[in-house]
T-cell receptor
Framework: DAGITQSPRHKVTETGTPVTLRCHQTENHRYMYWYRQDPGHGLRLIHYSYGVKDTDKGEVSDGYSVSRSKTEDFLLTLESATSSQTSVYFC?????????????????FGPGTRLTVL | LAKTTQPISMDSYEGQEVNITCSHNNIATNDYITWYQQFPSQGPRFIIQGYKTKVTNEVASLFIPADRKSSTLSLPRVSLSDTAVYYCLVGFSGGYNKLIFGAGTRLAVHP
């Protein structure tokens, strides 16, 4: 399995509090992603990173910010958590392949973080 | 907003072949189609990937017609351990922020 860890694995917090989730990789992959998974919606991309300090928004980025100061770490921050952000959050990593167009990368997923906002 | 469409659920029995189809009408010229498998309380795991025609590996086959507006994941002779949610992933118009997962197909394999 790809070396991806997420912390914490479970968290319960209250509305209005800040929350930071951490993704750590040991694979030295260039790309890192944050997804949320909710029933009926599958996986939705929140933010992604294509290098240190290089990030961009995904499909559902409102209310979230990210930072990547080192290749191995990608942080997801909920500045002021809301109940609608209760979800399971997955981090994923990928790297480029010389034979594939840049829009494609096989992604390796972490174990997930279950966040509950009361 | 461009998206993929998959059946919500499917049922099968051990030993049967299962075919799951994903529709992706707005797929871009350079986009690949990738399928992932997810078990409860785990992250998704890569199964197979293709661009056109047919791709086969040790666990599945992927059929992509010439117009590439859909793809079919084929699982031969399923077992109980194949019970999972299956997602197709297609990139739209390039760019990682346009990668769209389908809502997933929940496959239940019965004895």
């Amino acid at each position: 399995d790809a070396g991806i860890t997420q912390s914490p694995r479970h968290k319960v917090t209250e509305t209005g509090t800040p929350v930071t989730l951490r993704c750590h990789q040991t694979e030295n992959h260039r790309y890192m992603y944050w997804y949320r998974q909710d029933p009926g919606h599958g996986l939705r991309l929140i933010h992604y990173s294509y290098g240190v300090k290089d990030t961009d928004k995904g499909e559902v980025s409102d209310g979230y910010s990210v930072s990547r100061s080192k290749t191995e770490d990608f942080l997801l921050t909920l500045e002021s958590a809301t109940s609608s952000q209760t979800s399971v959050y997955f981090c994923a990593i990928s790297d480029t392949r010389d034979s594939a167009p840049s829009s494609y990368n096989e992604q390796f997923f972490g174990p997930g973080t279950r966040l509950t906002v009361l | 907003l461009a998206k993929t469409t998959q059946p919500i659920s499917m049922d099968s029995y051990e030993g049967q072949e299962v075919n799951i189809t994903c529709s992706h009408n707005n797929i871009a010229t350079n986009d690949y189609i990738t399928w992932y498998q997810q078990f409860p309380s785990q992250g998704p795991r890569f199964i197979i990937q293709g661009y056109k025609t047919k791709v086969t590996n040790e666990v599945a086959s992927l059929f992509i017609p010439a117009d590439r507006k859909s793809s079919t994941l084929s699982l031969p002779r399923v077992s109980l351990s194949d019970t999972a949610v299956y997602y197709c992933l297609v990139g739209f118009s390039g760019g990682y922020n346009k990668l769209i997962f389908g809502a997933g197909t929940r496959l239940a394999v019965h004895p």
